[in-house]
């Protein structure tokens, strides 16, 4: 009975090891995937945005820039779903600002040179920051449905104009959690769930199993006689009890039975 207990237990983890081997085998490490973003409102231009993920510029000074998941403070991001994040930005230079666009990429949080996924490019036609004042700019992105869930790094730059002059500030580099379409629910944790109630199952049965056999162990177990009666007196013990008080009091107790 323990033997095949534990023969279940070990081929259930082996099973679990192996589905997670195969999985991270069939899902390759490094998917880069094209943004899918389609155009609406809020100003954004259509297909022919210009791609700013191959230039890079310098923060002007006195901009500043914020970011927050209003709906999502979590950051935990469905894939293949929409999400959206708000962009703040300060100006306190002496200049109008220009937004010409907000763009964001995923990464490899242990390693940003390996790209996952560059989001869409989200253009603004007439939006600018007046000297003195704050602004508020909405970006909606989604990333792959065929993203493996998991930890990754967004990272989210607003694209705007000084004089003419380009100029970029990163408003998020963190981490948000890629889940499985449709809940937070995935196969794997199905799975892993699966497997630990069927462990607390086989624990179960070999718990009873062992009480079984304690108890019929002690049912087994021969009783102790108890002998009910006259006492009996060794022959040994009388020759050494001979010519004593104690064997002529017993010879007098004889005789008065008789």
Avoid at 100 to 107: E, G, K, L, N
Avoid at 124 to 145: D, E, G
């Amino acid at each position: 009975m323990e033997i095949r207990v534990f023969c279940v237990l070990a081929l259930l983890l082996f099973s679990s090891s192996f589905l997670q081997v195969a999985r991270s085998q069939s899902d390759p490490a490094v998917e880069v995937v094209e943004g899918t973003e389609e155009a609406g409102d809020l100003g954004i231009v259509g297909d022919d945005v210009q791609d700013f993920s191959s230039d890079s510029y310098t923060p002007a000074a006195g901009v500043e820039t914020v970011c927050v998941f209003p709906k999502n403070p979590s950051k935990v991001v469905a894939a293949g779903e929409e999400s959206e994040l708000l962009v703040g930005m300060k100006n306190d230079g002496e200049s109008h600002l220009n937004i010409i666009a907000i763009q964001a990429s995923v990464h490899l949080p242990f390693d940003h040179r390996y790209l996952v996924q560059n989001l869409s490019v989200q253009a603004f036609n007439n939006a600018t920051v007046p000297p003195s004042a704050q602004a508020t700019f909405p970006y909606i992105f989604a990333v792959s449905k065929f993203m493996q869930p998991g930890s990754f790094d967004l990272v989210g730059t607003i694209i705007y104009e000084i004089d003419q002059n380009a100029y970029q500030n990163v408003f998020y580099n963190g981490t948000i959690e890629v889940t499985e379409p449709g809940g937070l629910l995935s196969v794997e944790s199905v799975f892993l769930f699966c497997l630990a109630v069927a462990l607390f199952g086989l624990l179960g049965f070999w718990i009873r199993g062992q009480i079984q056999n304690l108890s019929k162990k002690t049912k087994r177990a021969p009783k102790a006689k108890v002998e009910v009666g006259t006492a009996t007196t060794d022959a040994s013990t009388d020759e050494w009890l001979q010519g004593t008080a104690y064997s002529q009091s017993q010879a007098n107790k004889l005789k008065k039975k008789k």
